[in-house]
């Protein structure tokens, strides 16, 4: 079956003519069609288009690295012509003029789009349950969330209705769905990918990735995406490795460090059990494993939620019903129009993050609270520099839990920022960090999360190409 082959696998097989792109678009929608009604993966789906641009292809000559190739798109990234609403009532209906950076580049490596995909309002959750039209549900367990923000792009490509997808992670938004969903999931480092094109919810933290079920796959995608753009002031002009090659070298002799304050937080036994296990499979490998400490992450939550919502209250006052988007229809005069617009089409949680956000910018508490969070911030960055001085590489579970059932934390949003608690770090420090499946706890996928020195995402992408070929977890699919 076509919908359980990989993009390089598709690629092959379309370049040596023995399938056409329009057949391969034809699989997806064939799983979607037999998966989408329970596990509400997509906003946006494309498949029409798909198929007819599909179709287009057919018999042409397949010289793109992605020629044919289908990819799902987290509905922050805008495409030109098609809707992009971030999952709110705000944008319900706004229709992008322009495309994303990464968008055009994937249409000039030949990449075909399956649709938008569903995810928490402004990226702002860790469920997929804060969408304004419906919650996605974890393909392993239909009573689970997949994770959040980029829920349904792991989703999609946990149940196989597309074989790629991009996310965005500003706080464990690729990495935590990613091992609630059981694929692989890569956030690069901050400035690695334009940002162009993707809604801003916390500018200093915002980074696009990438979800796939194999290595080769997120490598291939990283290659295509990554690299400088002048419409971006954060991207770097640090040369793109070719991490498709790269990903094949030995990992014997790589040191790998774990820290002891991720231990400290409360992590579910049966995650720690399965983790222990990987570590012994890494050892196995001829990796040395050592104790490193990061002292200051334990203040990671509570920096990162001065800093995200601070950012997103000034990110999102655009949203004003002025120029585009939804309005109110019923006002008296232009401040009545912002602030029923505002609250007509912002959900609760990103209303809560906009007054948290807004307090400590205010006047007299900027000094309490923002800038203190950011010096918190570097603290955090020297403590993972000091580390890799000692090791090459650092390993903790992605998430302290297993996927939680829908609802469970909906009405207590502190336990649901602590869901993050083992992803938030790499943000504030802009590091590169992968999570990758490492076992199962009955039929409930558990990821491990590698994080790796600015720039050095290649050697992630070692450790998780070495540990595919043991564990060979793209080989399970859920039974929807």
Not at 6 to 22: A, T, W, Y
Not at 74 to 93: H, P
Not at 139 to 147: A, S
Not at 400 to 417: A, D, H, K, S, V
Request: glycine share 8%; aromatic share 12%.
């Amino acid at each position: 079956m076509l919908w359980q082959k990989g993009i390089k696998e598709l690629r092959d097989l379309i370049s040596r003519g023995e399938v056409k792109p329009s057949e391969v678009v034809e699989s997806f929608y064939e799983r979607f069609s037999e998966t989408e009604e329970k596990v509400k993966a997509y906003i946006t789906p494309l498949y029409e288009k798909a198929a007819k641009q599909a179709k287009e292809l057919d018999g042409k000559s397949p010289e793109a690295p992605l020629f044919g190739v289908p990819i799902a798109v987290k509905d922050n990234i805008v495409i030109k012509g098609e809707r992009t609403t971030c999952a709110s009532k705000i944008l319900e209906n706004f229709v992008s003029p322009y495309d994303a950076t990464v968008i055009e580049r994937l249409k000039r490596a030949g990449a075909i789009f399956l649709g938008k995909t569903n995810m928490d309002e402004f990226a702002m959750g860790s469920s997929t349950e804060y969408s304004a039209f419906f919650p996605t549900k974890n393909p392993w367990d239909l009573e689970r969330v997949p994770g959040g923000s980029s829920g349904g792009s792991a989703a999609t490509v946990a149940v196989g209705s597309a074989p790629a997808s991009l996310g965005s992670d500003t706080g464990g938004s690729i990495r935590q769905p990613a091992s609630f969903c059981g694929v692989i999931g890569i956030k690069p480092t901050y400035g690695r990918v334009s940002r162009y094109g993707l809604v801003a919810f916390a500018s200093s933290l915002d980074q696009i990735g990438v979800f796939a079920r194999r290595t080769e796959d997120v490598a291939l995608l990283l290659e295509v995406i990554s690299g400088f753009d002048e419409r971006d002031s954060t991207s770097s002009k640090v040369p793109v490795p070719k991490y498709s090659e790269e990903m094949r070298r030995e990992v014997k002799g790589l040191k790998v460090g774990l820290p002891r304050e991720f231990f400290e937080f409360e992590l579910q036994r049966e995650i720690k059990e399965v983790f222990d296990g990987f570590v012994k499979e890494l050892e196995g490998m001829g990796c040395e494993v050592r104790e490193v400490s990061l002292p200051n992450v334990r203040y990671a939550i509570p920096a990162y939620y001065i800093i995200a919502p601070s950012e997103a209250s000034s990110n999102l006052a655009r949203y004003d019903g002025v120029k585009y988007g939804y309005r109110t229809k019923d006002y008296e005069d232009l401040l009545d129009m912002y602030s029923k617009t505002r609250d007509e089409g912002f959900g609760p949680e990103v209303k809560r993050r906009i007054m948290l956000g807004t307090f400590a910018l205010s006047a007299g508490y900027y000094d309490a609270y923002y800038l203190k969070a950011q010096k918190v911030r570097r603290l955090i960055y020297e403590d993972f520099m000091k580390a890799f001085k000692e090791v090459d590489l650092i390993a903790s579970p992605t998430t302290p839990t297993l996927p939680f059932r829908l609802g469970e934390r909906l009405e207590n949003p502190i336990e649901m920022y602590l869901s993050d608690v083992l992803t938030v770090p790499v943000n504030l420090a802009g590091l590169p960090g992968i999570s990758i499946p490492i076992g199962w706890v009955g039929n409930l996928p558990v990821g491990g999360q590698l994080i790796g020195r600015p720039w050095d995402e290649s050697t992630l992408l070692r450790v998780s190409y070495a540990w595919e070929q043991v564990f060979k977890h793209y080989e399970r699919y859920p039974e929807v």
